[in-house]
């Protein structure tokens, strides 16, 4: 399932990535987006690294009049706005969720969660988002302390188990005893 997330706004401009990266570090959030990109002319995958782990979101800007803003609603037809579309990565989730706190508060915009039908006016996106970031940072720890569980599990048994053999043998089919149905029915017995 894919989740798409909006920040939209009227007034200011679209911030650069290195205002964006500043308002990241200024938060707290341990993240840095390609600072080469040009975020007007960039749709797709907006790569980033977080914690030192490369990842990124795909992202769209929305300009003024876009149809796409309009379609959701005719109120936004002077607005503008960035969409991240994300799937089942936590971590990309929480890189598309710091990338529209940073936004949001660099433009005085409104939140749209169009997956859940969640709209938040500009003054509570800030607060919400962080929530959400908190809550998606749990969730990376957690994935981040099972895939550890796993290699320890898999360690310990490739240790007292050693390596599996190369060639196993294989047990001989049984024998037919008549055909699916009329096994089924007790027909061959």
Not at 20 to 48: R, W
Not at 86 to 104: C, K, M, P, W, Y
Not at 139 to 148: N, Y
Request: glycine letters at 8%; a negative charge.
């Amino acid at each position: 399932m894919s989740m798409e997330n909006l920040v939209v706004w009227q007034d200011s401009g679209m911030p650069t990535v290195s205002e964006i990266n500043a308002k990241c570090q200024d938060s707290g959030h341990s993240v840095e987006f390609d600072s080469t990109i040009e975020m007007f002319n960039h749709t797709g995958y907006l790569p980033a690294k977080l914690d030192g782990h490369e990842t990124g979101f795909e992202f769209y800007y929305l300009s003024k009049d876009s149809p796409d803003l309009i379609e959701l609603d005719p109120y936004f037809k002077d607005s503008q706005g960035v969409m991240s579309v994300t799937r089942g990565d936590f971590r990309e989730n929480l890189v598309a969720l710091i990338f529209l706190q940073a936004v949001s508060q660099l433009t005085d915009g409104a939140y749209l969660g169009l997956s859940f039908d969640i709209a938040k006016n500009s003054a509570d996106t800030p607060g919400y988002l962080q929530s959400e970031i908190e809550g998606m940072r749990v969730e990376v720890e957690r994935e981040e302390r099972k895939a550890a569980e796993r290699l320890e599990r898999q360690k310990a048994r490739s240790e007292t188990e050693g390596p599996p053999p190369l060639h196993s043998e294989q047990k001989a089919a049984p024998k037919s005893k008549g055909s699916f149905w009329s096994r089924l029915f007790g027909l061959d017995q």
